[in-house]
T-cell receptor, first 112, second 110 residues
């Protein structure tokens, strides 16, 4: 059973470009979470999704950030018009229902 | 607001020197306290879930315990391969999100 798969592992974007981060949950898992980790900071919750539904987006910045988890395919975290402050490691986690969440290896976004 | 504080921020041990990591938390309606291990450049690796005060769980050289205000991760006779950052997180009532502490960076010297 493959783990949570994230791609790309590393992503470099120029200021103003769009970043798309993909997450394929573990087989049988229908819950997906996105977290952001800044240098010297802890993991911060961004959004919680189930298939075709956003359940909790209380940690998402109000502008430029969006997330989806379609019926078919991976979950996508989209960042429009990236700025240098968006540089961070973005982690996806999945769980079957409750309670443990299993994390992917992350996407490291660098904005230049 | 749920909060997690981990101490110390960093810990250096000699191989075989046992110690404990602390995780203090405030949460409204605890629905799980979680320990993860994170290696540099990798994602967090799940270790334990604890649900109620008095509960203990063990895995190899690691043992996690829980009280009403804190959790401890005890490391017995550590080896260099135990070097990593250990993360503590809580899930509170009314939310599915995990609230993480900043972690304890453990270094075990041979």
């Amino acid at each position: 059973n493959a783990g949570v798969m994230q791609n790309p592992r590393h992503l470099v974007r120029r200021r103003g470009q769009e970043a798309r981060l993909r997450c394929s949950p573990m087989k049988g898992h229908s819950h997906v979470y996105w977290y952001r980790q800044l240098p010297e900071e802890g993991l911060k919750f961004m959004v919680y999704l189930q298939k075709e539904n956003i359940i909790d987006e209380s940690g998402m910045p109000k502008e430029r950030f969006s997330a989806e988890f379609p019926k078919e395919g991976p979950s996508i975290l989209r960042i429009q018009q990236v700025v240098r402050g968006d540089s961070a490691a973005y982690f996806c986690a999945s769980s079957p229902t409750y309670p443990e969440a299993f994390f992917g290896q992350g996407t490291r976004l660098t904005v230049v | 607001e749920d909060q997690v504080t981990q101490s110390p921020e960093a810990l250096r041990l000699q191989e075989g020197e046992s110690s404990s990591l602390n995780c203090s938390y405030t949460v409204s309606g605890l629905r799980g306290l979680f320990w993860y291990r994170q290696d540099p450049g990798k994602g967090p690796e799940f270790l334990f879930t604890l649900y109620s005060a008095g509960e203990e769980k063990e895995k190899e050289r690691l043992k996690a315990t829980l009280t009403k205000k804190e959790s401890f991760l005890h490391i017995t006779a550590p080896k260099p391969e135990d070097s990593a950052t250990y993360l503590c997180a809580v899930r509170g009532g009314g939310s599915e999100k995990l609230v993480f502490g900043k972690g304890t960076k453990l270094t075990v010297n041979p």
